[in-house]
């Protein structure tokens, strides 16, 4: 008889066999006694049972030592989650008969006896969650029938031992935490049956070997936070199919990311790496594949990519509008509680995750919960523990490696950082979902603050609140990171597989400094605006006097969402367009942040390119490339190519003239002249296809013709003969120029350069220095 060790429920079981002495005598067979909270010790008396075969006795409340006295025919010990101490004895391994010994979620110590390497026909051996120290002996290598090997959760230490190669039958291995000098990475080629490697935090200095491709059937490939070095091998494509989930988070990985990840729907954590090259929708937050930190200081390519050219940019802007304080309900709703507002994080992703809640704050999560892979990110108060003081208590996120939570656009200066713990998770009485010892550690700005926290034990008991405070927290670069890290202590499957790693209730940063909430008054504020605005207007018109503007009219400049855009000139020649804040934007500084952000994280060919920012007071200029195309009307239609917009990977299997009819009603409702947008009725009737899609009569002075509308007004006698025209695309290069303001626009359709040479940030630092407006 074997039972699941997945198995929930309460199970009561006794098998005899009676078939001895023409069925006078009975002999036990299997003990099965399952989550019964049975206390006590093991009786030794269970020597005495000659034909007991299995032993189950999972999830109790018994205490004591291993008897010495358990025999062959035993084949099956199970004997995780109680409160078992002392060593492995080493009689255990004389039972040549064993084929598993489930030792999990103890208090074992000690070390490995080497007598158990005589278990030869062993298949399953279970040892997480234990104290257990010293290495893993040679004599394990003659273990070669194991299918199933766990060790992580220990403290065990020195490297990880070259026989597991001749595990060949092997299909779940995991060792985590391991204690010592650097490991090499082990050579696996043998092991092509793995479904389940986890080699984490186990100080592998290496490159990973391109022979883990081979493993076709592995679903779970976790090597975080080791020190590996070198490129993604390319063999790893050969997991595409299987691989649910790849965990690479904190190593030393460069070069750029396969194309076969920047596509999968699986969950992958490529966080905190030295990646290069481009990244495409590295700053999205609802993608599987977490690449927060994961591009090399040098890339300026990455949204998140250190955090470290937005802090700098947002440094040299004036601070007035950045945060000052964060109050988060870490997996709960919003609430409120001494007169401070908690937002709510009630986001259930986890498992490769990192989520910009808002522009005050953030979450990376790592890691799957093995035993229960779909176990929720967010803990509640099930045991309805009885709980007082605030409600933010009642929740909580957890992660089964790493959590971190990050304060953003934050003033610089001193801030006191308050965490909220509560255990919610086990129970406070004398069962074993009472035995959970969840052990963890935690960083600030990355300098450790709290080492093997146990949050039962500091708060006195489960159900018990505690604030962990430090008060001198500095903040230097505008971002505050908060690290929660499970480093493989405490218990991994009580009260059920999946309960263990950080866990924090709430978060609440305030400011060691005052903070000046009155400002200048309006008037104040208007008078040095209109003093700022009047001196800037002398200086463009000083600069266009002596030709620095190239003798353009500058009067009336291209106006959008952000502001005006000028042509400029560097010293060297290069042509450029300057993007100048309004005054009547509705944009600030943060907006100003972002645009900085995400047009330096975005390479594409259709993407203007950032080269770089310009702030002298109040004045915010934007450096981008210069591109003839003044217009994105202008740069799709002209050419025919507007079904270029659609996604790739939808091949053609869809239908042109729908899309079309989307693409160019797209350009009339988001022409930069509010005039010249259909009103609703119209988009209404356009896509019903009542009427055709057309753009309004566009009036301008005949004298002064305005390049940004001809397009539209192409798109509109196309529209009515339902034919794309392409007559004017000689006269637009062959009569116009783009000398003047162009078009307020964020993208464009036609790129000189499909790769930036130079980072972004070198241009800031360098070219911008000898920038003339001509």
Not at 450 to 461: Q, S
């Given at each position: 008889m074997t039972i699941s060790e997945d198995t929930n429920t309460i199970i009561s079981n006794i098998t005899c066999d009676c078939s001895f002495v023409d069925g006078t005598v009975c002999h036990v067979k299997t003990i099965v006694l399952k989550r019964l909270n049975l206390a006590g010790v093991l009786p030794e008396e269970f020597g005495n049972l000659t034909n007991l075969e299995e032993i189950d006795l999972s999830r109790n409340y018994i205490s004591g030592p291993i008897p010495t006295t358990f025999r062959a025919p035993l084949r099956r010990l199970s004997l995780q989650g109680n409160l078992l101490n002392g060593s492995i004895p080493k009689e255990l391994g004389d039972i040549t008969t064993l084929t598993e010994l489930s030792l999990e979620d103890n208090r074992l110590e000690g070390s490995l006896h080497q007598n158990v390497g005589s278990l030869n026909n062993l298949k399953r051996l279970l040892l997480s969650g234990n104290n257990f120290t010293g290495t893993i002996p040679e004599t394990f290598g003659n273990l070669k029938n194991l299918t199933d090997f766990r060790i992580d959760g220990s403290r065990i230490s020195g490297k990880i031992p070259s026989f597991i190669g001749n595990w060949t039958q092997l299909r779940r291995l995991r060792i985590s935490d391991l204690k010592g000098s650097s490991n090499f990475f082990p050579n696996l080629t043998d092991l092509t049956k793995l479904q389940r490697l986890v080699l984490r935090n186990c100080l592998i200095n290496d490159k990973m070997p391109d022979y883990i491709g081979n493993m076709k059937d592995l679903k779970t490939l976790d090597l975080s936070f080791n020190r590996l070095t070198g490129r993604i091998p390319e063999t790893f494509e050969?997991?595409?199919?299987?691989?649910?989930?790849?965990?690479?988070?904190?190593?030393?990985?460069?070069?750029?990311?396969?194309?076969?990840?920047?596509?999968?729907?699986q969950d992958f954590d490529l966080s905190y790496n030295n990646f290069t090259g481009p990244a495409n929708n590295v700053g999205c937050t609802n993608l599987p594949?977490?690449?927060?930190?994961?591009?090399?200081?040098?890339?300026?390519?990455?949204?998140?990519?250190?955090?470290?050219?937005?802090?700098?940019?947002?440094?040299?802007?004036?601070?007035?509008?950045?945060?000052?304080?964060?109050?988060?309900?870490?997996?709960?709703?919003?609430?409120?509680?001494?007169?401070?507002?908690?937002?709510?994080?009630?986001?259930?992703?986890?498992?490769?995750?990192?989520?910009?809640?808002?522009?005050?704050?953030?979450?990376?999560?790592?890691?799957?919960?093995?035993?229960?892979?779909?176990?929720?990110?967010?803990?509640?108060?099930?045991?309805?523990?009885?709980?007082?003081?605030?409600?933010?208590?009642?929740?909580a996120r957890l992660s089964p490696i790493s959590l971190r939570y990050y304060g953003l656009c934050l003033l610089n200066g001193s801030y006191k950082v308050q965490l909220h713990f509560a255990e919610i998770m086990f129970t406070d009485n004398e069962t074993f979902s009472s035995l959970g010892k969840r052990i963890f550690d935690v960083s600030i700005q990355g300098n450790m603050f709290?080492?093997?926290?146990?949050?039962?034990?500091?708060?006195?008991?489960v159900g018990k609140g505690i604030t962990k405070t430090h008060d001198n927290v500095l903040v230097n670069g505008s971002t505050l990171e908060i690290h929660l890290y499970w480093a493989g202590k405490g218990t991994v499957a009580i009260p059920e597989r999946g309960v263990y790693g950080p866990l924090i209730s709430a978060i609440t940063v305030t400011p060691n400094f005052k903070v000046d909430t009155g400002g200048l008054s309006t008037w104040t504020i208007v008078g040095i605006v209109a003093a700022s605005s009047a001196f800037l207007l002398l200086v463009l018109l000083a600069l266009r006097k002596m030709g620095y503007l190239g003798g353009k009219d500058l009067e009336n400049p291209g106006e959008g969402g952000f502001g005006p855009v000028y042509k400029g000139v560097l010293s060297d020649?290069?042509?450029i367009a300057v993007k100048q804040l309004s005054s009547r934007s509705k944009q600030g500084n943060r907006e100003f942040v972002n645009e900085i952000g995400m047009i330096s994280a975005l390479q594409h060919p259709n993407l203007v390119k950032l080269y770089g920012c310009c702030i002298e007071g109040n004045q915010l200029l934007l450096i981008y490339e210069y591109l003839e195309n003044n217009s994105l009307a202008r740069a799709l239609f002209e050419q025919g190519n507007l079904l270029e917009l659609v996604d790739p990977s939808f091949g053609s299997n869809y239908s042109k003239k729908e899309a079309m009819t989307m693409l160019e009603l797209a350009l009339l409702c988001t022409n930069p002249s509010p005039t010249l947008r259909p009103p609703m009725s119209s988009v209404v009737s356009m896509l019903e296809g009542?009427?055709?899609?057309?753009?309004?009569?566009?009036?301008?002075?005949?004298?002064?013709?305005?390049?940004?509308?001809?397009?539209?007004?192409?798109?509109?006698?196309?529209?009515?003969?339902?034919?794309?025209?392409?007559?004017?695309?000689?006269?637009?290069?062959?009569?116009?120029?783009?000398?003047?303001?162009?078009?307020?626009?964020?993208?464009?359709?036609?790129?000189?350069?499909?790769?930036?040479?130079?980072?972004?940030?070198?241009?800031?630092?360098?070219?911008?220095?000898?920038?003339?407006?001509?």
């Open positions: 050969n997991l595409n199919l299987n691989l649910n989930h790849l965990f690479l988070t904190n190593n030393s990985l460069t070069g750029k990311l396969p194309d076969w990840i920047e596509g999968t729907n594949v977490n690449r927060v930190s994961s591009y090399s200081t040098s890339e300026s390519n990455s949204l998140y990519g250190r955090m470290a050219w937005m802090d700098v940019i947002f440094n040299i802007i004036t601070t007035t509008l950045a945060d000052h304080s964060l109050f988060i309900n870490c997996g709960g709703e919003e609430t409120k509680f001494d007169g401070n507002e908690y937002e709510e994080d009630r986001n259930p992703e986890g498992k490769s995750h990192f989520f910009s809640v808002s522009e005050k704050w953030a979450y990376s999560s790592t890691g799957v919960f093995f035993g229960d892979e779909r176990a929720q990110h967010i803990a509640t108060n099930k045991f309805s523990l009885n709980m007082t003081g605030p409600k933010y208590y009642q929740t709290l080492k093997d926290f146990n949050i039962a034990e500091v708060a006195g008991g020649g290069s042509v009542d009427i055709p899609v057309q753009a309004p009569i566009i009036k301008r002075n005949s004298a002064d013709p305005d390049a940004r509308f001809k397009a539209f007004e192409l798109l509109s006698q196309d529209s009515q003969t339902q034919q794309v025209s392409s007559v004017s695309h000689d006269s637009h290069h062959k009569g116009q120029s783009m000398d003047g303001p162009w078009i307020d626009s964020s993208i464009s359709l036609h790129s000189k350069d499909d790769h930036l040479e130079e980072s972004s940030s070198r241009k800031l630092l360098q070219d911008l220095c000898d920038l003339n407006l001509e």
